[in-house]
């Protein structure tokens, strides 16, 4: 028997930990939807429900038909969708995000939230990070950031049909920020007799910041908060860093709360994120007409009625009819790459690409969610070259891999490629494992050569039942301080030669004992 989950006096930080960057957030009644941007990856937006606020689940992507994602074969990492906004308007659905690699703008609706979704209806408004929004009269207004670069103009405002994808006035500048640079992420809302324009600025690194503006209508004139910015950590030396690009939601009762990005740095200075951005959730007081934003803390009184959230299996058989909507491939996942039905409770890759080097090889892979963790694989390698990668993009990557009887680690860092370690392996089934543990968890006289305190963290690469790793590799060499990029760490399968299976795959916690 299942119990339910116990009432939450806290919760902890992030909500939806790993690559899971510019959260956009709507409440349809009781329950709460929430997007984030994908980059290259596909299928496209994921998209979690929740009842309270704390606890996410993941029901599917936004995006999972290649009629909606088309992304050209070389599309660069870090490029694809950007920054998605979720709002729910007349009974439907509403997302509006970005393709930088094709098209620019689009919207998508959907009659449930967990799809099908619409193919996009693309529209002809520049720059980035698309938001909606509707007045009393039925206007729809979208505001965006301009492009970046000489012709930046900040935020624009224009009203569109969303049905037709036709702009019907504007855009308009709206507000340029504070004088910082970047200002992006707006979201534009009717509270009482006022409209606020919230937006991000700083950049989305280290600076980044969350400002407030407000007008009597979408057109403006916009009147800056008295305090800006109304959330930053830039400069602190809090945990939490890189607070910004956010969504405000209310609750049932009238709370007001925030999600937003932001990241947890470890190791030396400058310090490395290596799970990317994430989401985080903090509480929103309103005084004198303007939002009080919290601090984000990685624990925090929870929200009314929050419930202790339930952890998603770890574990996946590659039983079910179709992939769990948490697997997410590079670019595209072509149906002749992968099959759950010719090996009834096994996950086939066929190779399509002859290396991770490059795009256009067959990966499947999750995104890395704990900072210490541990992520298994049973492999049938059978005449194939297959294995586990943890990756950021194709030049930054770590490879566990089984090709002829040998177990190999390849370290891809940069322009540089390096087999660090073999071993032989017997014919038929093996379990290959990566974990990662952070500098200040290794036992005095175990850590691995030539630690550092600069290292964020150490990835070991396991083969079979030895207890003693292959290798340990550095892991602020897949952080995007090192690599450059709005990602994080994906975990995953490949193959590169021939076909290859999995039986199950595993990831957790590092104390949480698996398989």
Same mark, same amino acid.
């Given at each position: 028997m299942t119990s339910s989950p116990a009432e939450a006096s806290f919760y902890d930080n992030p909500v939806i930990p790993g690559f899971h960057p510019d959260p956009s957030v709507c409440r349809v009644g009781e329950d709460y939807y929430l997007v984030c941007s994908s980059f290259e990856y596909f299928p496209g937006v994921p998209i979690f429900h929740s009842r309270d606020l704390v606890g996410w689940r993941q029901i599917g992507n936004v995006l999972d038909r290649p009629s909606q994602l088309p992304l050209p074969a070389d599309a660069m990492?870090?490029?694809?969708?950007?920054?998605?906004?979720?709002?729910h308007h007349d009974g439907r659905f509403w997302l509006i995000t970005t393709n930088v690699s094709h098209g620019g703008n689009f919207i998508v609706t959907a009659e449930r939230p967990?799809?099908?979704?619409?193919?996009?209806?693309?529209?002809?408004?520049?720059?980035?990070?698309p938001d909606l929004a509707w007045d009393d009269d039925g206007n729809c207004w979208c505001s965006f950031a301009g492009a970046h670069g000489p012709d930046f103009h900040g935020v624009q405002i224009a009203r569109i049909d969303p049905e037709a994808g036709k702009v019907l006035e504007g855009p308009e500048p709206a507000w340029?920020?504070?004088?910082?640079?970047?200002?992006?992420?707006?979201?534009?809302?009717?509270?009482?007799?006022?409209?606020?324009?919230?937006?991000?600025?700083?950049?989305?690194?280290?600076?980044?910041?969350?400002?407030?503006?407000?007008?009597?209508?979408?057109?403006?004139?916009?009147?800056?908060?008295?305090?800006?910015?109304?959330?930053?950590?830039?400069?602190?030396?809090?945990?939490?860093?890189?607070?910004?690009?956010?969504d405000l939601v209310t609750t049932p009762g009238g709370e007001w /709360?925030?999600? &937003?990005? @932001? *990241?947890?740095?470890?190791?030396?200075? +400058?310090?490395?994120?290596?799970? !990317? %951005?994430?989401?985080?959730?903090?509480?929103?007081?309103?005084?004198?007409?303007?939002?009080?934003?919290?601090?984000?803390d990685l624990r925090a009184p929870a929200p009314a009625g929050a419930r202790t959230p339930v952890a998603a299996p770890r574990r996946d058989d590659f039983d079910a009819p179709d992939l769990d909507p948490r697997w997410i491939s590079p670019r595209s996942r072509p149906d002749g790459s992968?099959?759950?039905?010719?090996?009834?409770? /096994?996950?086939? &890759?066929? @190779? *399509?690409?002859?290396?991770?080097?490059? +795009?256009?090889?067959?990966?499947? !892979? %999750?995104?890395?969610?704990?900072?210490?963790?541990?992520?298994?694989?049973?492999?049938?390698?059978?005449?194939?070259?297959?294995?586990?990668?943890?990756?950021?993009?194709?030049?930054?990557?770590?490879?566990?891999?089984?090709?002829?009887?040998?177990?190999?680690?390849?370290?891809?860092?940069?322009?540089?490629?390096?087999?660090?370690?073999?071993?032989?392996?017997?014919p038929g089934p093996v379990t290959l494992a990566i974990t990662t543990r952070s500098a200040r968890r290794w036992p005095e006289g175990e850590e691995p050569a030539g630690l550092?305190?600069?290292?964020?963290?150490?990835?070991?690469?396991?083969?079979?039942?030895?207890?003693?790793?292959?290798?340990?590799?550095?892991?602020?060499?897949?952080?995007?301080?090192?690599?450059?990029?709005?990602?994080?760490?994906v975990i995953g399968m490949y193959v590169t030669e021939g076909t290859a299976w999995f039986d199950w795959f595993d990831h957790g916690p590092l104390d949480v004992a698996g398989p």
């Open positions: 990492a870090s490029d694809g969708i950007y920054a998605p906004t979720i709002r967990e799809g099908p979704w619409s193919d996009p209806v693309w529209i002809d408004l520049p720059g980035i990070d340029a920020g504070t004088g910082l640079q970047w200002p992006e992420a707006p979201h534009l809302y009717r509270v009482g007799e006022w409209w606020y324009l919230m937006i991000a600025e700083g950049g989305t690194e280290r600076g980044h910041t969350v400002a407030m503006a407000r007008a009597r209508s979408p057109r403006g004139p916009w009147e800056p908060a008295p305090v800006n910015p109304v959330l930053s950590h830039r400069s602190t030396s809090r945990p939490v860093q890189s607070t910004g690009h956010a /709360w925030m999600v &937003l990005l @932001a *990241t947890r740095p470890v190791g030396y200075s +400058p310090k490395f994120h290596v799970l !990317g %951005r994430e989401t985080f959730l903090t509480p929103v007081q309103w005084e004198d007409g303007w939002p009080r934003v919290a601090p984000v992968w099959s759950l039905a010719q090996r009834p409770g /096994w996950l086939a &890759l066929h @190779a *399509t690409g002859s290396t991770l080097d490059r +795009p256009g090889c067959t990966f499947v !892979g %999750r995104r890395q969610q704990h900072v210490e963790s541990r992520t298994a694989v049973l492999l049938d390698p059978a005449a194939g070259r297959a294995g586990l990668s943890a990756r950021l993009d194709e030049g930054h990557h770590y490879d566990l891999e089984v090709a002829d009887g040998q177990a190999a680690v390849i370290a891809r860092i940069g322009p540089l490629r390096q087999v660090v370690a073999t071993r032989s392996v017997p550092h305190v600069a290292a964020p963290d150490y990835l070991a690469f396991h083969v079979g039942e030895d207890p003693e790793p292959l290798a340990e590799l550095d892991g602020r060499y897949l952080s995007t301080e090192v690599a450059t990029g709005f990602t994080g760490r």
